[in-house]
């Protein structure tokens, strides 16, 4: 036990050695390359007090923080965190009131109910609907793809659909506000309001869906298309 513990030390030994040699015969360590860049807070100038204090300082030279974005999107009609504004709370304007039970208020209804979408966001989709696809560098890439490859490389934003003004009505979705298809307007204006914000990725698809229900002929056409050829 003595001789394998002694030989298990010297191993330890070697390789200690063997890994810092360079640094004792005058060549110098490989230096270390930083794992991590310095971005965020400089804690180093906040130790050595550049800034006349030791107060936070950030290598951006500013700092926001949630609580200031919050109040730039507040500030701007938007809302953060799918909760209501401060104004909007105060006039009830789209958002679930608070419950109240003796002196503690609680906004239980936006655990449940909460919404990003206002009038602002409705307004910014429509706006983001209308530009459509208006970055030069990207359209240029279109035209050299459909050259090459018979199809665009970019489309449109996606718009969600989401939050029409009037909502939806009842706790359930029908079949019409899921598949957006009600051609006997079951639902539409009734217990579904559809969204008029645009649908990009369905206007530049075209003319893809046939009309009315799938008929027979079409449903075997498409089940037969995938099967295998009979030799």
């Given amino acids: 036990m003595k001789r394998s513990s002694r030989a298990c030390t010297l191993t330890a030994l070697l390789g200690a050695a063997w890994v810092s040699a360079p640094a004792f ?5 490989t230096p270390r390359q930083e794992q991590t860049a310095m971005h965020g807070y400089r804690l180093d100038n906040m130790l050595e007090k550049k800034q006349g204090d030791g107060t936070l300082d950030v290598s951006e030279g500013f700092w926001i923080g949630e609580r ?4 730039s999107q507040n500030a701007q009609g938007f809302r953060y965190r799918m909760r209501a504004t401060p104004e909007e709370v105060k006039n009830g304007i789209e958002t679930p009131g608070i419950w109240q039970l003796g002196p503690f208020k609680i906004k239980l ?5 909460g919404t990003g979408n206002n009038d602002k966001l409705r307004d910014l989709k429509r706006k983001l609907f209308k530009e459509g696809l208006n970055d030069p560098k990207k359209i240029e890439e279109n035209e050299y793809w459909v050259k090459r490859y018979g199809h665009k490389r970019w ?3 996606y718009i969600n659909q989401s939050g029409a003004k009037g909502g939806e009505k009842g706790l359930l979705r029908g079949l ?3 598949s957006g298809y009600d051609p006997l307007n079951e639902e539409r204006g009734k217990t579904w309001i559809e969204a008029d914000y ?6 530049i698809k075209g003319d893809v869906r046939l009309p009315g229900y799938v008929s027979k002929e079409q449903m075997e056409k498409e089940m037969n298309s995938g099967k295998l050829l009979k030799k």
Avoid at 198 to 203: C, D, E, L, N
């Fill in 25 to 29: 015969v005058g060549i110098g360590a």
């Fill in 68 to 71: 200031g974005f919050m109040k």
């Fill in 109 to 113: 209804g936006e655990a449940f109910g």
């Fill in 155 to 157: 489309t449109p934003k």
């Fill in 176 to 178: 019409a506000a899921w």
């Fill in 198 to 203: 645009g649908k990009p990725w369905v206007a």
